[in-house]
Structure formats: C-alpha cells, structure tokens
C-alpha cells in the first residue's frame, strides 16, 4: 500500500491509542482501520510509522514493559537484591495495569528489550560487591522470572489469596486445600518473594 505523502499523526500517539483501545474494547477488537478512526486519520496514515499489525504489537510490547517501567533510585550496597525486587514490582504493576494487552507481550516482546539496560545493572551488581561470574545468571534468571511469571499473572482472572489456585478441591486435594487456607501472602507478596529467594539463594548456592 502506498504511504501519503505527508504523516498526519505520531508513532508515539499510534502506540499510545493502540493501548487505549485494547484496555478498554480488548485485543480482539483491535484493528488498523479501528485504529485510524480512533486518531482521525485514514488507514494509510498508519504506515508512514508501521509496515503492518506486527510492528504496532512490538511497540506496544516495548511502551508497556520497557518505557513505562521505572528504574528504582537505590545505592550500590549490601542490600542490592532489594533493586530488583523493586524493579519486578515495578515490571508487574506497569504490566498489570494493561491486562489486555498480555497475549501481545507474550508473542512480541523484543527479545533485547531489557539489554541495552544490563550494563548499568550490571555495574550496580559489579559496585555492591556481587561476583561478575554470578552477573549473567542473575540477569538472565530476573529476566525469565519475572516475564513468565508476570504474564502468567496478566493473563488469568485477578486472585484473591484463597484463589490463587483455582478450583482446589478439599475433598480430592485436602493438603493443597490446606496449604492455601493457610497461606497469609498476596499474589503481589508472593512474587515479591519469590523474586527475593531466588536472588538470595544465587549467592547462597556461590559461597
């Protein structure tokens, strides 16, 4: 298709009305024709940003889990672990808050999103006294935790903390059953945790 002559709109309002629509009428509604009544414009205007659907979905992956995401404020120190805790809670709320948009991240997430921000992390870790031999695991190990449990997260109905599991059946399955009456933790808490021992446990595991 040929692109007009002139761009009528953003790449950055594109992205930004691509979510709008998708967190309020859902990712099936999501078209390029709805997209272009939404910002006035007609369809061709869309590709003097976008080659096709494909790309819009990879920059709404980009927007959603890179550019939303604050980096915690934290000193180099002994308590280093407690940056990316803060940073997955970070990474969760911003995904989160665009459930709908969840089975797009999963499929056009850039594989490189976080990369360009690894040396800096990596000079934290490097100034907090972490062993550069431990660098690669831990930052490859945050990355997987934290995308496939976030978006395992985004993508099932909100849970309480008896619901967590879903459809557990005292009678057929009464340790699971007890093991969730007696669970105290939030869904949040216990990704936080989770987040928090597997970063201890990468030092505990070296010494």
């Not at 431990?134 to 995308?147: K, N, Q, W």
């Not at 967590?164 to 669970?183: C, R, T, Y």
């Amino acid at each position: 298709m040929a692109r007009p002559s002139k761009p009528l709109i953003s790449r950055e309002a594109a992205v930004l009305a691509s979510i709008e629509i998708i967190d309020t009428e859902g990712l099936e509604a999501f078209s390029l024709p709805k997209l272009a009544k939404h910002l006035g414009v007609r369809a061709p205007s869309l590709y003097h940003h976008f080659a096709d659907k494909n790309e819009i979905f990879t920059e709404i992956a980009r927007y959603i889990a890179g550019t939303t995401v604050a980096t915690p404020r934290r000193r180099p120190g002994p308590d280093w672990p407690e940056f990316f805790v803060a940073l997955c809670l970070n990474f969760r709320q911003s995904i989160l808050r665009h459930r709908n948009a969840a089975p797009v991240l999963l499929q056009h997430m850039p594989r490189d999103l976080f990369v360009p921000t690894y040396e800096d992390t990596a000079r934290f870790m490097l100034e907090s006294g972490v062993p550069i031999e431990l660098h690669v695991r831990i930052l490859d190990g945050m990355e997987t935790l934290a995308i496939g449990a976030v978006l395992m997260e985004a993508m099932r109905a909100p849970s309480t903390k008896s619901t967590i599991f879903p459809n557990v059946d005292a009678a057929s399955q009464p340790i699971l059953a007890e093991a969730l009456a007696s669970n105290e933790l939030t869904q949040k808490k216990l990704f936080e945790e989770t987040v928090r021992s597997f970063l201890h446990g990468v030092i505990r595991d070296h010494m």
